[in-house]
C-alpha cells in the first residue's frame, strides 16, 4: 500500500527555518513528479513547489527564494527547506505524487512571535 509521510513542522519564529521530509512507501519516488501544498482552515490547497524526475524544481511566488525543493531517491524522500519563515506560511503542508491521488496526512507549520 502506497504511503507518503510528512514531518518536520513545528512552531517557528519569524525569520526562522524548518525542513520537512515525505518518506514514501509503497512507491518509487524516482518515478514521479512530486509536489508540496499547503492549505489553511478554510482555504482551499496552495501548490507550493514541484519537482519533476528529471529533479528540475518549481516554486510558486509566494515562497520563491526562500523555499527549496528537492530530492533523494535513494533514501525515497521529498525535501521542502523554508527559510526565512512569514507569519502567512502558517499551514498544514502536504506532498503529492503528480498524477496520483498518493497524498501524504501533512505536517503543521506555525509561524508566530
Known amino acids: 500500500q502506497v504511503q507518503l509521510v510528512e514531518s518536520g513542522g513545528g512552531l517557528v519564529q519569524p525569520g526562522g527555518s524548518l525542513r520537512l521530509s515525505c518518506a514514501a512507501s509503497?512507491?518509487?519516488?524516482?518515478?514521479?513528479?512530486m509536489t508540496w501544498y499547503r492549505q489553511t482552515p478554510g482555504k482551499e490547497r496552495e501548490l507550493i513547489a514541484g519537482i519533476t524526475t528529471t529533479n528540475v524544481a518549481h516554486l510558486a511566488d509566494d515562497v520563491k527564494g526562500r523555499f527549496t525543493v528537492s530530492r533523494n531517491n535513494t533514501q525515497n524522500t521529498v525535501f521542502l527547506q523554508m527559510t526565512n519563515l512569514k507569519t502567512t506560511d502558517t499551514a498544514v503542508y502536504y506532498c503529492?505524487?503528480?498524477?496520483?491521488?498518493?497524498w501524504g496526512r501533512g505536517t503543521q507549520v506555525t509561524v508566530s512571535p
Open positions: 509503497g512507491m518509487m519516488i524516482r518515478d514521479y513528479d
Open positions: 503529492k505524487a503528480i498524477a496520483t491521488h498518493y
